[in-house]
Structures are given as structure tokens and as C-alpha cells.
């Protein structure tokens, strides 16, 4: 048994703001109380959260373990002890792995590794098309029966309408959330960065926001269409949201995720360094505002990392020819503090609903703070200064724009299945 004592727990499902003692025993739940007044009286080990907020486990919906195939940037083991050191307590990872997860044999290999080597909760989503191909529609119910939690093609969009179509008329069917990389791949070819004066200025290829946002659109229509659950990963740009806005004025099945580097930096922060170098791209400074307003509104429903290690030789190259990708599990909760939350945009509760039940509700799930549930919860300070230095990162790869950069608040503890899996 633990005894999370004196936090102040913050859960947006129950719309609790209060000093609370939380008991775990095993991987429950088993009593929420005012400090001190718990009914049990056993001697359990006690986890002392004065000055914390005590939130449930925060899940990210977005991220890149890189195994199998490509372990040298990767594996599940580091990623999720940097995602551990993040405050998440339950990640999905995406299916662009060596092979592709997009089958049912892929899919238990995953979640075998993770039994046997994972600090946190780790949920696969499988492919939507066989090797991400965009050709022929993949075994999406095995790999459901397997253990997926959702379908994708990310790290590129599902190639044609036609066959989005398919896949979300089987999705539906099988009550699974269809990821969609939003990106019209015939404006974004050959782009190493979002199109502008900054792009100009560096003398780098630029794609343009339409090369999200016409996707987007095509996404919503058909989501419409077969009234699947769509729901559009690392939105960056102002366009995209407005489509999701129709959408959701619809009562169309579509949500979003927003990541905290599109919410943090533009495409005039970006320098000749391949840290500064993701897909899609950072966005104008209007997209940026966008996002934040649509964070706070409720247009967007999560903050996902897209965790996307590069081991130093792959990223250390040329800006065009280094691959897309950051780190981002170490810093994501930093950074919506940072951004959000101290600068006066987002409440400390909608940011952490962004992080929990947002997320849950993307994947059809519970997230709260009540006796029963899963026994995670994410401890954070709002106060700690500290600086994040990507050297000391569990994480194999240190492709992060944000190292060395200083923060107010951040994770403390994080607690999966009522083991506590990092403290600092
Ligand atoms: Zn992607």
C-alpha cells in the first residue's frame, strides 16, 4: 500500500481542487479523504505531496519508442524512463517501428517488451495500412484483439480518401480512434521547414500551412461521411483547428492533440540546427496564438509530446537532410506550465486536463481520482526551479531544442499501477 498524503489534488473528471490523502493498494485506488481522514488504519508507505499538485496519470497519446529495428535511438525501456521522468504515466506509441506494427504479431511483441522492460504503461496503435504503405488496408481487428488503441500511418498521412475511407468505415466498426498525420504530401515535398521569411532567410525549403490543413479537411469530411472517430495528431497550424472547430459545431467525432513545441516556438525561432527541425514544422506566430486559444477554449482536447528520438549521427547532419523530430517527454509538462498556466492563459486544471481525461476521452477511457480506478498518478511541483539538461537524459538520443533551458515547475513523482516508477 501507498499513502500519497497532504497533496493538493487537482482532478479535472470529479472537478476536485482540494487537499486530499489518496490510498493506493496494489494497482488501485482504494480511498480518496480529507488529510487524516482516511478509514483505514493499516501502516502503510507514505509518499509526503505537501506543496504538490496531485493529479491522475497523465497520458501521451503521441510518441515514437523506436522499437523494434531501430534501438540505437530508442528503446521501450529508455523511452518510457524518460517518459516516467516526464510525469506519464501511460503512453501509445506509434506504429512506424522496423517492422511496422500492422500486425497482430508486431503488436504482441510490443507489449511483451514492454511487460518485461517498461517503467510506465505502454499502448501500441497500429498501422492503417500495411507497412504504412498507403496501399492495402492492415489487419486492424487482429491488432486489436492484440492490444491497439488506435490506427495511424504517422510519420505520414493515409495516402489516398480512398482508402481513409475504408479504414474509417472499419474503424468505426471496431470502435477504434483513426490517427490522422495531417499532411498533403504534394505541397510538403522536398519542405524542411514551414514557408516564410524565416525560411527565406535560411535558405530552406518551406511547405506551406495548407500542407496540413487540406488534409485536415479532407480527414474531417470523410469522418463525417463513415462517422468515425477522427482524431488529428500534432496540429500546428490555425487553418487545421478551424476545420476541427466545423467539425466538432457538427457533432462529428473529431478531436486533436497540440504539441508543446507548437505551442512554444514559431518558425522565426528556428536556427540552422537540426534540433529546430520537426514535421510539421513550427508554425507563424498567428498559428501559435491560435493554438493557444484553441488549448483554452477546449478546441483541442490534448497535449501529446510526438517523443521522437534521433540518435546524434542521424540528427547531426545537414538541417535538410536530418530526419523530423525532438525529444519530448522530460519537458512537455515544463513547458505547458511555462506557457500556459504562468503567462495567465490556461487555469492549472484545464492544463492538466489536457494531460488526463482529454486524452482518455480520445481513447474511450476513465481518468480520475476515485476509488476503483487505476492506481497513477503524476506529482508535480508548480515552484521547483530547475534546468533540463538533455546529457542527463535516460532517453538514447538528444535531439532537443530545449536543453538548458530553465524552468518554473515541473514533475516530482510518478506513480503506475501504485509502484512509484520515477521521483526526483
Ligand atoms: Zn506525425
Known amino acids: 500500500m501507498l499513502l500519497v498524503k497532504n497533496?493538493?489534488?487537482?482532478?479535472?473528471?470529479?472537478?476536485?481542487?482540494?487537499p486530499r490523502d489518496v490510498l493506493l493498494d496494489g494497482d488501485k485506488i482504494v480511498e480518496v479523504a480529507q488529510p487524516g481522514k482516511l478509514s483505514q488504519d493499516k501502516s502503510p508507505e507514505i509518499f509526503d505531496a505537501t506543496g504538490l499538485i496531485v493529479a491522475p496519470g497523465f497520458i501521451d497519446l503521441h510518441a515514437h519508442?523506436?522499437?523494434?529495428?531501430?534501438?540505437?535511438?530508442?528503446?521501450?525501456?529508455?523511452?518510457?524512463?524518460?517518459?516516467?521522468?516526464?510525469?506519464?504515466?501511460?503512453?501509445?506509441?506509434?506504429?512506424?517501428?522496423?517492422?511496422?506494427?500492422?500486425?497482430?504479431?508486431?503488436?504482441?511483441?510490443?507489449?511483451?517488451?514492454?511487460?518485461?522492460?517498461?517503467h510506465v504503461r505502454v499502448w501500441p496503435i497500429g498501422a492503417a495500412s500495411t507497412g504504412s504503405n498507403g496501399e492495402a488496408i492492415s489487419e486492424i481487428a487482429a491488432m486489436k484483439q492484440a492490444g491497439i488503441v488506435a490506427v495511424?500511418?504517422?510519420?505520414?498521412?493515409?495516402?489516398?480518401?480512398?482508402?481513409?475511407?475504408?479504414?474509417?468505415?472499419?474503424c468505426r466498426s471496431l470502435d477504434l480512434p483513426v490517427i490522422e498525420h495531417s499532411e498533403d504530401i504534394s505541397l510538403a515535398a522536398g519542405a524542411a521547414m514551414r514557408e516564410g521569411v524565416t525560411s527565406?532567410?535560411?535558405?530552406?525549403?518551406?511547405?506551406?500551412?495548407?500542407?496540413?490543413?487540406?488534409?485536415?479537411?479532407?480527414?474531417?469530411?470523410?469522418?463525417?461521411?463513415?462517422?468515425?472517430?477522427?482524431?488529428?495528431?500534432?496540429?500546428?497550424?490555425?487553418?487545421?483547428?478551424?476545420?476541427?472547430?466545423?467539425?466538432?459545431?457538427?457533432?462529428?467525432?473529431?478531436?486533436?492533440?497540440?504539441?508543446?513545441?507548437?505551442?512554444?516556438?514559431?518558425?522565426?525561432?528556428?536556427?540552422?540546427?537540426?534540433?529546430?527541425?520537426?514535421?510539421?514544422?513550427?508554425?507563424?506566430?498567428?498559428?501559435?496564438?491560435?493554438l493557444i486559444a484553441g488549448l483554452a477554449d477546449g478546441s483541442v482536447d490534448a497535449i501529446a509530446t510526438d517523443h521522437a528520438p534521433h540518435e546524434p549521427?542521424?540528427?547531426?547532419?545537414?538541417?535538410?537532410?536530418?530526419?523530423?523530430?525532438i525529444l519530448g517527454f522530460e519537458t512537455a509538462l515544463a513547458l505547458a506550465l511555462e506557457q500556459l498556466v504562468n503567462s495567465g492563459r490556461l487555469s492549472l486544471m484545464r492544463m492538466i486536463e489536457l494531460f488526463t481525461t482529454g486524452p482518455a476521452r480520445v481513447l474511450s477511457i476513465e481518468r480520475k481520482i476515485s476509488?476503483?480506478?487505476?492506481?497513477?498518478?503524476?506529482?508535480?511541483?508548480?515552484?521547483?526551479?530547475?534546468?533540463?539538461?538533455?546529457?542527463?537524459?535516460?532517453?538514447?538520443?538528444?535531439?532537443?531544442?530545449?536543453?538548458?533551458?530553465?524552468?518554473?515547475?515541473?514533475?516530482?513523482?510518478?506513480?503506475v499501477a501504485g509502484q512509484i516508477v520515477h521521483k526526483m
Not at 152 to 170: E, F, H, N
Request: one cysteine or more; hydrophobic letters at 35%; a neutral charge.
Open 200 to 290: 527565406t532567410r535560411l535558405g530552406l525549403p518551406g511547405m506551406p500551412a495548407a500542407a496540413e490543413s487540406v488534409c485536415v479537411a479532407r480527414d474531417v469530411q470523410l469522418a463525417e461521411l463513415t462517422g468515425a472517430r477522427l482524431h488529428v495528431a500534432h496540429l500546428s497550424a490555425k487553418a487545421s483547428l478551424e476545420q476541427v472547430r466545423w467539425a466538432k459545431s457538427r457533432g462529428l467525432r473529431v478531436t486533436c492533440e497540440v504539441t508543446p513545441h507548437h505551442f512554444t516556438l514559431m518558425d522565426e525561432d528556428v536556427q540552422y540546427d537540426s534540433r529546430f527541425k520537426m514535421n510539421p514544422p513550427l508554425a507563424a506566430r498567428e498559428d501559435r496564438e491560435a
Open 65 to 118: 519508442l523506436r522499437e523494434p529495428g531501430q534501438e540505437s535511438s530508442e528503446t521501450i525501456a529508455t523511452g518510457t524512463l524518460a517518459a516516467a521522468r516526464g510525469g506519464f504515466t501511460a503512453v501509445c506509441c506509434m506504429p512506424n517501428t522496423r517492422p511496422v506494427n500492422d500486425n497482430a504479431s508486431v503488436t504482441r511483441f510490443i507489449l511483451d517488451r514492454a511487460k518485461a522492460s517498461a
Open 152 to 170: 495511424s500511418d504517422d510519420g505520414k498521412p493515409i495516402a489516398t480518401a480512398k482508402l481513409t475511407r475504408q479504414v474509417m468505415d472499419y
Open 371 to 415: 476509488a476503483g480506478q487505476p492506481a497513477d498518478l503524476t506529482i508535480f511541483s508548480t515552484t521547483r526551479e530547475w534546468t533540463y539538461d538533455v546529457k542527463l537524459s535516460p532517453s538514447k538520443s538528444r535531439n532537443s531544442p530545449f536543453d538548458a533551458r530553465t524552468f518554473k515547475g515541473g514533475p516530482v513523482a510518478t506513480i
Open 7 to 18: 497533496g493538493r489534488v487537482l482532478d479535472p473528471a470529479t472537478q476536485t481542487d482540494a
Open 313 to 325: 549521427a542521424l540528427k547531426d547532419v545537414e538541417f535538410d537532410r536530418a530526419p523530423f523530430g
